[in-house]
């Protein structure tokens, strides 16, 4: 098992930047899968991008490719999203999550989660 917590949520205005990041608990997290998602306001939680064990492979939703970059450390136990030229649609509660299965856009592949931090962009 796997405990989460993400920090580095806040506000922004449209155009900047911002990383969060994602301490894990425990000696595993190298064997994790690790992946954000967000959930905005009266909407569904939905993927945002994923990274594996190695940290070689990544995805990302088509919403986020060429703005946000997922990235990990597994000597620290840490994975990060940063996030740059935001928009007032990225705003969103973020979410971490850690996974052992294989259809990492997913989320119903993710048993472990973060309690979310909150980014808020302004326009």
């Known amino acids: 098992q796997v405990q989460l917590v993400e920090s580095g949520g806040g506000l922004v205005q449209a155009g900047g930047s911002l990383r969060l990041s994602c301490a894990a608990s425990g000696r595993t997290f190298s064997t994790y899968h690790m992946g954000w998602f967000r959930q905005a306001p009266g909407k569904e939680r939905e993927f945002v991008a994923a990274?594996?064990?190695?940290?070689?492979?990544?995805w990302y939703a088509d919403s986020v490719k060429g703005r946000f970059t997922i990235s990990r450390d597994n000597a620290k136990n840490t994975v990060y999203l940063q996030m740059n030229g935001l928009k007032p649609e990225d705003t969103a509660v973020y979410y971490c999550?850690?996974?052992?299965?294989?259809?990492?856009?997913?989320?119903?592949?993710?048993?472990?989660w973060g309690q979310g931090t909150q980014v808020t962009v302004s326009s």
């Open positions: 990274i594996s064990r190695s940290g070689v492979r990544t």
């Open positions: 999550a850690a996974s052992n299965g294989v259809v990492l856009t997913s989320e119903h592949d993710y048993p472990y």
